[in-house]
């Protein structure tokens, strides 16, 4: 008994003492950051690449200079893709680590946390580009480095109406009738990352004359998909938008084959990656999706970079497991390096000053595949061109940048700003 | 009146049920106090303020998982979707009619407590693991069909809604800091307590108690079970309703991503940890689920330079330290935290004579 009370006893010291005594000096000369992932929640799939590629980014960062000198310290945690949890690292990276500004992960924490970044004036550069975050007089700390959702949704489902239905010769007597093509969205309602570009997809929609059929509701972990592929079958849609990530787009489409859906298939960046077509097998053949950026290892100009710092800092992880998400974390870390180092020169290393540099960026060219980056102080989006891909045999190859703004002029500038 | 309450033995059951037996009692639930609205807010710092203000949080769930479970004996798997009731109850009456928001907090608890009668029926009929099959209706009916499909139209805001910046306010007090949200916290948490403490020592907790022991014996005592079976559900449903009420003003944000089934899940094992049929175990759990990890935090984040494949490959074993927490609990410390804590109280009251 009294054994049992003092080893217990010292268990909690122990914790007390990790607690309080971890409190560790701050160095001179170094910025800090801190990062927020998931690498083991609902959407680890994608996180955990994109976890790695954001320390062999800020590596980089710090191999070619710093932040003018000064070195970037990161303070890098998952959070398992719970919003408690996601609170808590946030306020101690506030806090506690005193970061300049956070990289952040999903729509889920992103969303959840845009109120207490906006009112502490921490820039929060996360992977989720949902466009409700593009309205700098809502949320002017939330950024990101590439197209919105909103705009991947619209420009995926208008690549699809030009190069298919439109060419296509097997719509061509449908076509000639003038009958409308049909549409339907299969994401998870209850995540704010499926459903953000839902509302803009189904203008999009409607500005082209699709018909458009009821959601289905498919989870971001869903293993089986059969109910809501039936469900859709009796709507026979011809193009299925898919919202989710790579996992859960893979088994909708192994089970639209499986069941003959018989429709062809959209899918957001995050459901659009290497392993798609590892996952998904022949089911992917013909699927176009929107990427923010090139795939790991196509050629750009930063790509051998890249591909070194995958080696050098992450040696167990072999490159042909590694994914697009390891090229946007890149993009993530280097606008923010780069707005870091102009504030740094004006002298105002904090959140309004990285944000204020961020707005100078013109026409940026990143050397990651991604679309030119312009940020103004009234327009928090990012680019406007999207690339897409098709999957043929197994292999990405480029369809289209559809440039939005080039499109509809109009509608991008006065529309479509923050939804 | 000695200051230990070794030896103290009571004439009549107003002295055995008092709350403050002994000073010496009085004087820790002063310091107790003093901690908690004077320490903590004004001397710790924000980022403590922030992970106390979690525990909060998490001890509001639990505690009306404690009361279903612990003390009436209705397993529930699906306490967060009566948070997630609350959370939307009062945000959508913030919003859509601009209620205030200590008036939304209470019709938040009412509806919640509501809604959890609603899916408390089935225990009038089914016990045990079916019990438990209906708790599990009740979070994905609701979070995943009802408020997703349905009340996250409302508005037309999407999934995720955001509260404009001073739509949180008490009166002229505009809750927009951590200190003034953890206040709030501490004094609901404090209400709500006490309130369960009285009704525990009352007939009707004597009456849930007699359930949870047996449900037969109960009956043929002339408890209605059935009554007293919704009226734990509501009690436990209002609390897990301000519990999500709370949870708004914390973030002034919400989507249906913050009422995951794992959280319902999460709030058991607060229960399993800290102690069932217990309200120290309440606070031990949140206290011990939430400091672990916060603890883990400290223990990783200096490391990683040095091992960076700390934070790819070490943090799985973190889903796996959860699961293995509560095996470990159930096997060798069945009575939770709470029991531990009792056993450490008795060594020193009864010191040096502990026989």
């Given at each position: 008994m009294k054994r049992k009370l003092v080893v217990f006893l010292a268990v909690i010291s122990v914790v007390l003492l990790g607690l309080g005594g971890a409190a560790w000096a701050q160095a001179k000369g170094e910025v800090r950051v801190g990062s927020l992932n998931d690498t083991t929640g609902a959407t680890s799939d994608v996180g955990k690449d994109y976890a790695l590629g954001i320390a062999e980014a800020v590596a980089y960062v710090n191999d070619t200079g710093g932040i003018n000198g000064k070195r970037i310290k990161l303070f890098q945690y998952d959070y398992g893709y719970r919003i408690p949890e996601a609170i808590t690292t946030y306020k101690r990276f506030r806090?506690?680590?005193?970061?300049?500004a956070v990289l952040g992960w999903g729509t889920g924490d992103t969303e959840a946390l845009s109120p207490t970044i906006t009112k502490d004036k921490i820039p929060y550069v996360s992977a989720s580009y949902s466009a409700h975050l593009t309205d700098p007089k809502k949320t002017p700390y939330n950024l990101f480095f590439t197209s919105d959702y909103s705009s991947n949704a619209r420009a995926a489902i208008t690549a699809w109406f030009d190069h298919?239905?439109?060419?296509?010769p097997a719509y061509k007597e449908r076509r000639d009738k003038g009958e409308k093509p049909r549409f339907q969205c299969f994401y998870m309602f209850a995540s704010p990352y499926a459903s953000a570009p839902i509302k803009a997809i189904k203008d999009q929609a409607a500005i082209l004359g699709f018909e458009v059929g009821q959601d289905q509701d498919v989870s971001l972990t869903a293993l089986d998909t059969k109910s809501q592929v039936l469900a859709a079958k009796s709507f026979m849609p011809d193009l299925v938008w898919h919202g989710n990530t790579t996992m859960s787009v893979a088994t909708a489409l192994k089970d639209a084959q499986a069941l003959g859906l018989g429709a062809h298939h959209i899918v957001n960046n995050w459901g659009f990656d290497e392993n798609l077509p590892r996952l998904a097998g022949a089911a992917a053949e013909g699927v176009m999706g929107a990427a923010v950026c090139a795939f790991f290892?196509?050629?750009?100009?930063?790509m051998p970079k890249i591909m070194e710092y995958a080696k050098k800092i992450?040696?167990?992880?072999?490159a042909e497991k590694r994914l697009i998400r390891t090229v946007q974390a890149w993009g993530a870390v280097l606008i923010l390096a780069d707005a870091m180092r102009v504030a740094d020169k004006a002298g105002e290393l904090n959140g309004p000053g990285i944000v204020k540099a961020l707005e100078?960026?013109?026409?940026?060219?990143?050397?990651?595949?991604?679309?030119l980056f312009n940020l103004t102080s009234t327009d928090h989006r990012p680019t406007s061109g999207v690339p897409i891909y098709r999957i043929e045999k197994g292999k990405f190859s480029l369809v289209e940048i559809v440039d939005l703004r080039k499109r509809w002029p109009e509608k991008w500038d006065k529309e479509w700003l923050g939804w | 009146m000695s200051y230990l309450p070794s030896g103290v033995y009571h004439e009549y059951y107003r002295q055995d049920h008092a709350w403050w037996q002994t000073r010496f009692i009085l004087a820790k639930m002063i310091l107790l106090g003093l901690i908690i609205f004077y320490v903590i807010p004004f001397w710790s710092g924000l980022y403590i303020i922030g992970v106390a203000t979690l525990i909060i949080y998490t001890a509001m769930g639990a505690l009306g998982v404690q009361l279903l479970i612990g003390y009436c004996g209705q397993v529930t798997l699906g306490h967060a979707a009566f948070l997630a009731v609350g959370a939307y109850t009062s945000t959508l009456l913030i919003l859509q009619l601009h209620v205030p928001y200590l008036l939304s907090v209470l019709i938040a608890g009412i509806v919640a407590g509501l809604w959890s009668v609603l899916f408390g029926l089935p225990s009038a009929k089914v016990k045990g693991f079916y019990l438990i099959m209906t708790s599990l209706a009740a979070q994905f009916v609701t979070v995943d069909f009802i408020l997703t499909q349905y009340v996250s139209q409302i508005g037309g805001r999407g999934q995720a809604f955001s509260l404009p910046p001073g739509s949180i306010s008490i009166g002229p007090i505009v809750l927009d800091d951590d200190v003034k949200v953890y206040f709030l916290g501490a004094i609901l948490m404090v209400l709500l307590t006490m309130g369960v403490v009285n009704l525990l020592r009352s007939r009707v907790g004597r009456a849930w108690i007699a359930i949870r022991d047996n449900d037969i014996a109960a009956e043929t005592m002339g408890i209605n079970i059935v009554r007293y079976k919704l009226l734990a559900f509501f009690v436990g449903g209002f609390i897990g309703g301000i519990a999500g009420a709370y949870w708004v003003s914390t973030l002034a944000a919400l989507s249906p991503e913050h009422f995951p089934w794992f959280w319902s899940l999460w709030l058991v094992g607060v229960i399993l940890i800290g102690g069932v049929g217990s309200i120290h175990g309440v606070f031990f759990g949140s206290l011990f689920m939430v400091l672990i990890l916060e603890g883990l935090k400290f223990a990783i984040m200096p490391l990683i330079p040095y091992y960076p494949e700390l934070s790819m490959k070490f943090l799985f074993l973190k889903e796996a330290a959860f699961g293995l927490s509560i095996c470990l609990f159930l096997i060798y410390e069945p009575n939770g935290l709470a029991y531990r804590w009792w056993q450490i109280k008795n060594y020193f009251n009864l010191w040096p004579f502990s026989y």
């Amino acid at each position: 008994m009294k054994r049992k009370l003092v080893v217990f006893l010292a268990v909690i010291s122990v914790v007390l003492l990790g607690l309080g005594g971890a409190a560790w000096a701050q160095a001179k000369g170094e910025v800090r950051v801190g990062s927020l992932n998931d690498t083991t929640g609902a959407t680890s799939d994608v996180g955990k690449d994109y976890a790695l590629g954001i320390a062999e980014a800020v590596a980089y960062v710090n191999d070619t200079g710093g932040i003018n000198g000064k070195r970037i310290k990161l303070f890098q945690y998952d959070y398992g893709y719970r919003i408690p949890e996601a609170i808590t690292t946030y306020k101690r990276f506030r806090d506690f680590d005193k970061v300049v500004a956070v990289l952040g992960w999903g729509t889920g924490d992103t969303e959840a946390l845009s109120p207490t970044i906006t009112k502490d004036k921490i820039p929060y550069v996360s992977a989720s580009y949902s466009a409700h975050l593009t309205d700098p007089k809502k949320t002017p700390y939330n950024l990101f480095f590439t197209s919105d959702y909103s705009s991947n949704a619209r420009a995926a489902i208008t690549a699809w109406f030009d190069h298919v239905w439109k060419k296509d010769p097997a719509y061509k007597e449908r076509r000639d009738k003038g009958e409308k093509p049909r549409f339907q969205c299969f994401y998870m309602f209850a995540s704010p990352y499926a459903s953000a570009p839902i509302k803009a997809i189904k203008d999009q929609a409607a500005i082209l004359g699709f018909e458009v059929g009821q959601d289905q509701d498919v989870s971001l972990t869903a293993l089986d998909t059969k109910s809501q592929v039936l469900a859709a079958k009796s709507f026979m849609p011809d193009l299925v938008w898919h919202g989710n990530t790579t996992m859960s787009v893979a088994t909708a489409l192994k089970d639209a084959q499986a069941l003959g859906l018989g429709a062809h298939h959209i899918v957001n960046n995050w459901g659009f990656d290497e392993n798609l077509p590892r996952l998904a097998g022949a089911a992917a053949e013909g699927v176009m999706g929107a990427a923010v950026c090139a795939f790991f290892g196509v050629k750009t100009p930063l790509m051998p970079k890249i591909m070194e710092y995958a080696k050098k800092i992450n040696p167990g992880v072999p490159a042909e497991k590694r994914l697009i998400r390891t090229v946007q974390a890149w993009g993530a870390v280097l606008i923010l390096a780069d707005a870091m180092r102009v504030a740094d020169k004006a002298g105002e290393l904090n959140g309004p000053g990285i944000v204020k540099a961020l707005e100078t960026f013109r026409n940026k060219e990143l050397g990651l595949g991604s679309g030119l980056f312009n940020l103004t102080s009234t327009d928090h989006r990012p680019t406007s061109g999207v690339p897409i891909y098709r999957i043929e045999k197994g292999k990405f190859s480029l369809v289209e940048i559809v440039d939005l703004r080039k499109r509809w002029p109009e509608k991008w500038d006065k529309e479509w700003l923050g939804w | 009146m000695s200051y230990l309450p070794s030896g103290v033995y009571h004439e009549y059951y107003r002295q055995d049920h008092a709350w403050w037996q002994t000073r010496f009692i009085l004087a820790k639930m002063i310091l107790l106090g003093l901690i908690i609205f004077y320490v903590i807010p004004f001397w710790s710092g924000l980022y403590i303020i922030g992970v106390a203000t979690l525990i909060i949080y998490t001890a509001m769930g639990a505690l009306g998982v404690q009361l279903l479970i612990g003390y009436c004996g209705q397993v529930t798997l699906g306490h967060a979707a009566f948070l997630a009731v609350g959370a939307y109850t009062s945000t959508l009456l913030i919003l859509q009619l601009h209620v205030p928001y200590l008036l939304s907090v209470l019709i938040a608890g009412i509806v919640a407590g509501l809604w959890s009668v609603l899916f408390g029926l089935p225990s009038a009929k089914v016990k045990g693991f079916y019990l438990i099959m209906t708790s599990l209706a009740a979070q994905f009916v609701t979070v995943d069909f009802i408020l997703t499909q349905y009340v996250s139209q409302i508005g037309g805001r999407g999934q995720a809604f955001s509260l404009p910046p001073g739509s949180i306010s008490i009166g002229p007090i505009v809750l927009d800091d951590d200190v003034k949200v953890y206040f709030l916290g501490a004094i609901l948490m404090v209400l709500l307590t006490m309130g369960v403490v009285n009704l525990l020592r009352s007939r009707v907790g004597r009456a849930w108690i007699a359930i949870r022991d047996n449900d037969i014996a109960a009956e043929t005592m002339g408890i209605n079970i059935v009554r007293y079976k919704l009226l734990a559900f509501f009690v436990g449903g209002f609390i897990g309703g301000i519990a999500g009420a709370y949870w708004v003003s914390t973030l002034a944000a919400l989507s249906p991503e913050h009422f995951p089934w794992f959280w319902s899940l999460w709030l058991v094992g607060v229960i399993l940890i800290g102690g069932v049929g217990s309200i120290h175990g309440v606070f031990f759990g949140s206290l011990f689920m939430v400091l672990i990890l916060e603890g883990l935090k400290f223990a990783i984040m200096p490391l990683i330079p040095y091992y960076p494949e700390l934070s790819m490959k070490f943090l799985f074993l973190k889903e796996a330290a959860f699961g293995l927490s509560i095996c470990l609990f159930l096997i060798y410390e069945p009575n939770g935290l709470a029991y531990r804590w009792w056993q450490i109280k008795n060594y020193f009251n009864l010191w040096p004579f502990s026989y």
